[in-house]
């Protein structure tokens, strides 16, 4: 079936018509748990559905560091990227996960470290 443009206009209005996203209450419980030198503020305010999404992935290891580095690394090209205060808070989620939530070597010697 050929959608006419009525019905794709009818769609996009749908979609704009959609009620914004707010913080899930476990997205709440995950920036209370965090120490207040690492909670973002301007991320969870500014892009809900992010802050949700790094909730959800913060205990699954390898896919809360592929969602954290694909924020702040541009794989596709021709990204904007964030504002200066939001990308502070990504890389600072970042570190901290990767030093204290799950050490990750980034050296030898953090692998010799490691395994004491």
């Keep these: 079936m050929v959608a006419t443009v009525h019905e794709s206009e009818n769609v996009s209005e749908q979609r704009r018509q959609q009620p ?18 690492v909670r973002p503020t301007s991320l969870p305010a500014q892009y809900v559905r992010i802050a949700n ?49 799950h050490p990750t070597a980034q050296t030898a010697w953090d692998l010799i470290a490691m395994r004491r």
């Design 53 to 101: 999404t790094l909730a959800r992935l913060w205990p699954d290891h390898r896919r809360c560091l592929e969602c954290l580095e694909g924020l702040l690394i541009d794989h596709r090209g021709g990204r904007q990227g964030f504002a200066f205060d939001v990308a502070l808070e990504i890389a600072g989620l970042k570190d901290y996960y990767e030093t204290t939530v």
């Design 20 to 37: 914004p996203e707010v913080l899930l209450g476990d997205t709440i419980k995950w920036l209370a748990g965090l120490p207040a030198d």
